[in-house]
């Protein structure tokens, strides 16, 4: 999870292309979830992970 932000039992992330689709999406069990990527072709993603009040962090990432 993003440094400052902390996991409960709504935690959930997605990942989406530039124009807004989301393509992967899934709750986060634990400081140290990984995010398989692997399917995704290469290009820029976001990652957004956000709880149930809304609080969200969003990434910026490339997958080569």
């Not at 989406?16 to 992967?24: E, Q, R, T, V």
Request: proline share 3%.
């Amino acid at each position: 999870a993003p440094a400052g932000f902390s996991i409960n039992d709504s935690t959930m992330y997605h990942v989406a292309d530039l124009s807004g689709k989301i393509l992967l999406q899934n709750k986060i069990s634990s400081n140290t979830e990984q995010i398989n990527v692997n399917d995704l072709p290469a290009g820029m993603y976001m990652l957004r992970v956000y709880s149930g009040n809304m609080n969200a962090k969003t990434i910026k990432f490339v997958k080569e």
